[in-house]
Each structure stands twice: as C-alpha cells, then as structure tokens.
C-alpha cells in the first residue's frame, strides 16, 4: 500500500509539471473576461491532529509536516474545481502502554496521506492579484506506519501485538486560501485546510492483555489542520488575436517649411514680397490666397497694398506635386493706418509770475505712414510766443481779485508731416501776486489846549480799534504823526509829548497799556503842519474824563490839537508820510511807562 501511494504520487506530480512546462504562453495579463483557466502547483507546510471527545490523548498524533501537489480548473470568475494529493504526511503515533510498565508513553514513526477533489469559490475576481477562496469537498484519508515502527511492535513481546496495519477511509475536507499573482503565468498561495475523519485504530485492540500491551480507543474521530505555503503554474487564457496588418504606407506630403514675408508691417501702396521654402519637386504647383480669395499662383507671391485698408491680411499657399500630399502654410502682413503727428510739449518753467517767461521744447514726435514729423510753429491762449519762447505779459487776471491769481495757458505746438497735421500741447500756469493791504487812517487822538495828555476817549482807540488790526496782522507797524495849533505855546514841545504819550500807551505792557512791540511802532511830529485828512473822534458822552481833558465838539481849534494813527499791513509799502519817523525802541518811549 505504501509503495502504491507514493507511485501514484510521483506519478500526478511529473504529469502536472509536463502539462504545465507545455502549456501555451500568454502575451496579456488576466482580465474578467479572459483569465487562466488551469492551474498546477506544489505545496507544503505544517500538520496537526487532535482527538475529539474528552480525555482522548491515546493514540494521538503528534504535530508535523505535510506536502503533496494540487490542480484547478476555473470554469467562471467566482467557480472553480482542485483536485489535491497530499502525497506526504508525518505524524507519529503515542500510545500509551498498560501499566505497570517501564515507559508511560511509546513513540511510533506513522506516515498520512489525502486525496482531495472539491470545489473553489473565489471572493474576488479574475483581475485582481489578490483573490481569497474557500472550500469544502469529500476527501479520502489514509494512515500507515513507517518500517522501524512495525519493526518494533513486532520484536517487542510485551506490545502483545505483531504490526501495525494501515487504515483508511472516507473524510470531510474544508478550508480557506488566498492566491497571490506574482505573474503572468504563476501564483503564491497560501492556504489552511482541515480534515474530519475518523481516528485509525492501527488494528490494535481496545482490550489490552497484560502489563505493557498496546492498545487503543475504537470509533474516535479526528480533525486534522494542513497550513501551508504553495506554488502554481497557470496557463489556459485565450490567444490575443493577432494584429492587424499595417497599413499601406501613405503618400509623402509636402513639407512647406517656412513662409516669409519681406516686410511684415508697411504703409498702403507697399508690395510686398512673399516666398515659400518647401522639399515640393521641381513640377510642384502653388496656389496662393489672400484672406481666403485667391491671389495668385507663382512661386513668389507679390502682395500690392495700394488702396487696401488698414489690418491684418491673412496669406496662405497650398503646395502641390503629383503622388504627394499637399502641403501648407502662410504668414500675415499688416497693413497700417495714417496717424498724424504728435509729439509732447514742455515749458520750463511751467509757473511763472505774469511777466516773465518760459523756454518750449517738442519732443517724442511721431506719426505712422506720414514721412517726418516738423514743427511749425507755436501759440498761446494768452501772452506771446516768439520762436521758442513764451511770453506772459498781456495775460488778464480779475481787476476785483486782490489776493494771488493763478491762471492756465495752454500753449500749442503746430506739428506737420506729408500727408497731414497734429498738435502738441501744454499749461502754463500764470500767477498774479495779491494786491498790498491798503494802510489805513484810524480816529485822530484829540488833545486838550496845552495838554499833551491822552484822554480815556482817546485810549479807546489805541486800546480797542488799533487791536483789531493787530490781531488780523500782528506783522503790521502803526504809525503816529503830532500835531499843534498855532496858539499852543512852543516851548511845551505837545507835538512830540502827544506822539510819545499815544506809544507809551500801546506798548507799555502794564496797567491798561497794550503790548505793542516798540519797534513796529513809527513816531514822528510835525508842529502846525497839517495834510492828512482830519478823523474827528469824540466819545464825552460815554466816558468819564478829567475836566482838563473834555473836548468839545464844538471846538473848531481841536483838529489842529491831534495826533494821526495810520496802520501799516506788513505787505504794504510803507507811505511818504512815514519819512524820518523813529521806532518807539529808539526814541525810549518805554521810559515813559504807562500814561494815567
């Protein structure tokens, strides 16, 4: 029996191997719709056998190895068949002996084998490199004990046995794997495959006789499980169909290299000059196109642009030639448009006050399809213009405006070419300076007969009205001109006492004197003479005085009894009347302190 297993064994592998080694090749990987349908492999791994029931240990194999061969064959995607051999299985036998006995446990060499025909059910498609399966099928188990192990149940007395017989029988086989795709042609698997049948009972008896004797538990069942790592060849796809044959080669077409134009922007009445550069033969005939309307058919194309409108014109050629293809390209030539001419003026100084003067200069000047550009001269909103040269005099500003002017003039430059004129253009922004603040006659300060003191009447002018006009220009200076009649006595010197009086008053800075500064303070005294306008300024009514210094208004001499306040603004120009007077600094009108 063990010689017929092992035959047979060797037997289904070198059929496998042959069938494998002389299956076609296939040029294409799997695919769901055309796969390897046959497969053959070896494998080999570990076993392991237990009892069932409780107590069960006699007669239990030990773990081992196992290793045979296996075919498949995959009918559909998902259905398949394996037909297995385990062609060799070691798992000695223990038994254990009838006691009183030297050894607990004897150890027998005992070999297993299994043929398996089941089906495969894949959980994954043909395409997939990876594809589980599981399995379940009937299986034929066998069992037989090496040579030395029924050596030595036969020499040994006290076994109370002559050999160990090899059993076999029918068995459940079950089990999950997993194919690896490693190529187009060959898979890893790896699988765990268990085994239900029943345990063999080496026809030895259940009853021992004697101390020593062998025996075993009749009617155990056993699950055995095979892990294991496996090879498969595979083949069995459909031939690719084989390629078409190709084409007849086509005709040579025309290389058209380069299409160029002489001129690629020019002004209307140009001819422009347009070549091909092709490997077209000597016979080759050309067609050209100008915007798609055919325009002639030399080799070189003379394009006229007179009378054509400004833009793109699109230039084609088609190359011709018995027996080739023909060949194409173009090039675009753009006709301009006229654009007068124009330039960019500038004045240097762009500002000037009204009066003077500022140089102009042209330049960027340019133009398209007009020839040179030239200027021909210039003009002016307002002022002059003498060669190059801008002149403001003349220019009009508001007469009633007596602050800063400033006013634009545009000034143009005159530009031709030979087919047409432009003009370049700039400001000139003429200023105006603010008109002087007028000086200004105050309220006269009018004095008692032979008094050169300053009333409560005139104090309100120096103290209130003349502060206005500081407040709103503290630059200004005021002026104060002394005046006496002719019955005054001369010897008191009023003139000059009321003009230092009126300062002290203003810039004393104590009491109620003002804080004037001394030296925008002008006094000078003129005796009897008398030009300015007389400025009567009476104010009894409202402000209590010292009987020596009430005025009254009906005193026809008073006029004569003054001293003129004038204002000076700071941009005014200080007036004749102002001649040989002295600041208050330099004539020490602060020694005077502030007047009662």
């Not at 390629?243 to 077409?253: E, G, I, K, T, Y």
């Not at 230039?315 to 090039?331: E, N, Q, R």
């Amino acid at each position: 029996m063990r010689n017929m297993f092992g035959s047979c064994g060797c037997v289904l592998l070198a059929g496998t191997l042959a069938i494998a080694l002389s299956s076609p090749v296939a040029a294409q990987s799997s695919t769901d719709d055309n796969w390897n349908k046959y497969s053959v492999g070896i494998f080999g791994g570990g076993q392991f056998w237990r009892l069932t029931g409780p107590n069960n240990t006699n007669g239990k194999l030990t773990a081992g190895v196992a290793a045979g061969v296996r075919a498949d064959q995959d009918f559909s995607q998902h259905f398949g068949i394996e037909e297995s051999w385990t062609a060799y299985g070691r798992n000695n036998l223990r038994l254990m002996p009838l006691q009183p006995y030297p050894d607990q446990v004897v150890g027998l060499g005992a070999h297993n084998g299994q043929v398996y025909v089941g089906p495969l059910l894949y959980l994954a498609p043909p395409s997939n490199n990876i594809r589980p399966y599981v399995t379940v099928g009937p299986a034929f188990e066998y069992f037989y004990p090496t040579f030395d192990a029924t050596l030595q149940v036969h020499n040994t007395l006290a076994y109370n046995t002559l050999t160990l017989n090899t059993k076999y029988g029918p068995a459940l086989g079950f089990g999950a794997g997993v194919k690896f795709a490693v190529g187009e042609h060959w898979d890893i698997r790896l699988d765990v495959r268990g085994t239900y049948t029943s345990n063999p009972d080496w026809g030895l008896t259940a009853a021992p006789q004697g101390p020593g004797a062998l025996y075993i538990q009749q009617g155990v069942q056993q699950v055995g499980v095979v892990a294991s790592l496996g090879l498969d060849r595979a083949w069995g796809k459909h031939a690719a169909p084989p390629a078409p044959p190709p084409p007849p080669p086509p005709p040579v077409a025309i290389n058209v290299s380069s299409v160029t134009a002489d001129q690629a922007t020019v002004c209307s009445g140009v001819t422009v000059h347009v070549t091909v550069v092709s490997d077209a033969p000597a016979n080759a005939t050309y067609r050209w196109t100008v915007n798609g309307d055919p325009a002639g058919e030399d080799k070189t194309l003379a394009f006229d642009t007179t009378n054509k409108s400004a833009g793109t014109y699109n230039i084609a050629v088609t190359v011709s030639a018995p027996t080739h293809l023909d060949g194409k390209g173009g090039t675009t030539v753009t006709v301009q448009a006229y654009v007068a001419p124009t330039g960019t003026l500038t004045a240097n100084p762009s500002e000037v006050w009204v009066g003077d003067k500022s140089e102009l200069a042209v330049g960027n000047l340019s133009n398209q399809c007009g020839g040179p550009v030239r200027v021909t001269g210039y003009s002016a909103s307002e002022g002059t213009v003498s060669g190059t040269t801008y002149d403001s005099t003349g220019v009009q500003f508001d007469a009633t405006n007596r602050g800063e002017q400033r006013k634009p003039v545009t000034v143009t430059a005159n530009l031709k070419d030979d087919r047409g004129e432009g003009t370049a253009t700039t400001t000139v922004t003429v200023k105006k300076k603010a008109a002087p603040r007028p000086v200004a006659q105050l309220s006269d300060l009018i004095f008692a007969r032979n008094n050169a003191r300053v009333n409560n009447c005139d104090k309100r002018v120096l103290l209130e009205e003349l502060k206005t006009y500081r407040d709103a220009d503290p630059n200004g200076k005021v002026l104060l001109i002394g005046h006496v009649d002719k019955g005054e006595l001369k010897k008191m010197h009023l003139d000059e006492k009321r003009a230092m009086n009126a300062a002290a008053v203003i810039t004393a800075a104590t009491g109620v004197c003002s804080n004037f500064n001394p030296s925008q303070v002008l006094i000078k005294w003129q005796g009897e003479e008398q030009s300015a306008e007389y400025k009567a300024h009476f104010c009894e009514a409202s402000v209590r005085e010292r009987a020596s210094g009430r005025i009254s208004p009906n005193d026809k001499r008073a006029q004569y009894r003054r001293v003129e306040v004038w204002w000076i603004p700071s941009d005014a120009e200080m007036p004749a009347n102002a001649a040989d007077a002295k600041d208050a600094a330099s004539l020490g009108v602060s020694k005077l302190g502030c007047p009662k």
